[in-house]
């Protein structure tokens, strides 16, 4: 996503967290001619960066990761991710969401699964079964402590930290883009 917005806005500047070593590295050896990118590796769970708060951002992303963060430290992420922003900034959230209802969440999550066996045939000319990929999956929410929220949940931390719009810009299956504006 990084490389794609620095593709379409040339000589934009960027910070980019993540708390896996692996995951900087990588980003540190694929971003090595742009001085004009920083890295932090910081759990999310204790907010932003202190260096974060030295700037104002046009732009804050994330990819996937904030279904990590532990639920009672989303909102005081949501609000400082809001104070870094310029008025009008703009904070836009692609990440995998539960629904409410336990039932809807489960044909959901199904449904997710039943795409990723036919894409796994499809693909990668993997024959996994149903089954298989549900238990897998099952497993690595474990391993790596997926904890999806609800978009409702999303949209009410948002409004709570301050947040002045919030609209959900698409949504299939597990999977949805939210964004908040300051
Ligand atoms: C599914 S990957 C997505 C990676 C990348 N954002 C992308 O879109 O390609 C989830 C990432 O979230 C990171 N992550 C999980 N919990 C985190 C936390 N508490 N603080 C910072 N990063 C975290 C993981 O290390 C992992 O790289």
Same mark, same amino acid.
């Given at each position: 996503? @990084? @490389?794609?917005?620095?593709?379409?806005?040339?000589?934009?500047?960027?910070? %980019?967290? &993540?708390?896996?070593? /692996?995951?900087?590295?990588?980003?540190?050896?694929? $971003?090595? &001619?742009?001085?004009?990118?920083?890295?932090?590796?910081?759990?999310? *769970?204790?907010?932003?960066? =202190?260096?974060?708060? =030295?700037?104002?951002?046009?732009?804050?992303?994330?990819?996937?990761?904030?279904?990590?963060?532990?639920?009672? #430290?989303?909102?005081?992420?949501?609000?400082?991710?809001?104070?870094?922003?310029?008025? +009008?900034?703009?904070?836009? #959230?692609?990440?995998? $969401?539960?629904?409410?209802?336990?039932?809807? #969440? +489960?044909?959901?999550? *199904?449904?997710?699964?039943?795409? %990723?066996? &036919?894409? @796994?045939?499809?693909?990668?000319? @993997?024959?996994?079964?149903?089954?298989?990929?549900? %238990?897998?999956?099952? /497993?690595?929410?474990?391993?790596? +402590? &997926?904890?999806?929220?609800?978009?409702? =949940? %999303?949209?009410?931390?948002?409004?709570?930290?301050? $947040?002045?719009?919030?609209?959900?810009?698409?949504?299939?299956?597990?999977?949805?883009?939210?964004?908040?504006?300051?």
């Amino acid at each position: 996503m @990084a @490389a794609a917005i620095m593709q379409k806005m040339p000589g934009v500047s960027a910070i %980019m967290i &993540d708390y896996a070593d /692996e995951m900087v590295r990588l980003a540190k050896e694929r $971003f090595q &001619d742009k001085p004009e990118v920083a890295y932090f590796k910081y759990d999310l *769970n204790h907010g932003l960066p =202190e260096e974060v708060f =030295e700037g104002v951002y046009d732009l804050v992303v994330s990819g996937f990761a904030l279904h990590h963060v532990d639920f009672p #430290n989303r909102l005081p992420l949501y609000r400082q991710i809001l104070q870094v922003l310029k008025p +009008g900034g703009v904070f836009l #959230n692609g990440d995998r $969401f539960a629904e409410e209802s336990t039932e809807v #969440n +489960g044909w959901m999550f *199904n449904n997710w699964v039943s795409w %990723m066996t &036919d894409r @796994a045939t499809e693909r990668f000319g @993997a024959s996994r079964t149903f089954d298989q990929i549900r %238990m897998r999956q099952l /497993e690595m929410d474990k391993e790596f +402590g &997926d904890k999806p929220g609800s978009l409702w =949940e %999303m949209e009410r931390e948002l409004r709570a930290a301050g $947040f002045k719009s919030i609209d959900c810009l698409y949504k299939n299956q597990v999977c949805a883009l939210v964004c908040g504006v300051k």
